[in-house]
């Protein structure tokens, strides 16, 4: 913006735009941990990249378990192919989560998925990261904020979260901070954030569209096929 390359208009009048976020310093710099890459194949080495999802980025469940079912299926196909795994995807994630865990969380942080519930379209997917990863699935009302931190509703007590990776969008996470109907979100939860007593992945307003050209990428190598990629 500074620069001129991007007139202001279309950041500050974006319905994505969040204020609340200016002069906030995410933990460890880090604003988009998990990016969904819609890519397109257009010739035998020549992809074409349609979009960057930085907000909520859903469907690596439904490709792990494709993949999963293709083996299966067609285990000849993937020796003679050299198709590289993914099937160490649930861990990777794990490992981003915890890496941007607040300094107070310790070697072992407590990782929360923060799912709008049964009816949403991903719900599958929610449920099936937060069993991969060993992590706790909540909604909205399995958290609440004391003290400026985030704690978990179980059996035996509060547990302490300290990284929440949230698949609600940032108008429904806080109604005390964002949209104040939202049943979805934690009151608090943003205050919680900017203290830095909790970690939200990704970072809010991540979820900024931008329009652009698509981009094409040759890779000399490459094993992806039509459809996302998940880094």
């Known amino acids: 913006m500074k620069a001129g390359r991007i007139p202001e208009k279309l950041i500050l009048q974006n319905a994505a735009f969040a204020p609340e976020m200016m002069g906030l310093e995410p933990a460890g710099g880090v604003y988009a941990h998990i990016i969904g890459v819609d890519i397109v194949r257009v010739g035998p080495d020549e992809y074409y990249v349609l979009e960057d999802n930085l907000r909520t980025p859903s469907g690596v469940s439904y490709m792990l378990e494709d993949r999963e079912a293709m083996m299966q299926l067609a ?104 949209r104040p109907d939202s049943m979805l979100g934690v009151p608090g939860l943003f205050n919680a954030y900017r203290a830095g007593n909790v970690t939200l992945v990704n970072a809010p307003g991540t979820g900024l569209p931008m329009t652009r050209r698509s981009i094409p990428m040759c890779p000399k190598s490459s094993n992806f096929i039509s459809g996302k990629s998940h880094c």
Do not use: W
């Open 75 to 178: 285990p000849d196909l993937f020796h003679r192919c050299k198709v590289a795994p993914v099937e160490t995807y649930p861990e990777n994630l794990r490992r981003t989560l915890e890496s941007v865990a607040p300094a107070s969380a310790g070697q072992s942080p407590n990782i929360a998925v923060l799912t709008p519930g049964i009816y949403n379209s991903a719900y599958f997917e929610h449920s099936f990261s937060a069993d991969q990863m060993g992590a706790q699935l909540c909604e909205g009302p399995d958290l609440f904020v004391d003290g400026g931190k985030v704690y978990m509703r179980t059996t035996t007590g509060p547990e302490r979260v300290d990284v929440i990776y949230r698949r609600i969008d940032d108008d429904y996470l806080d109604p005390l901070t964002f």
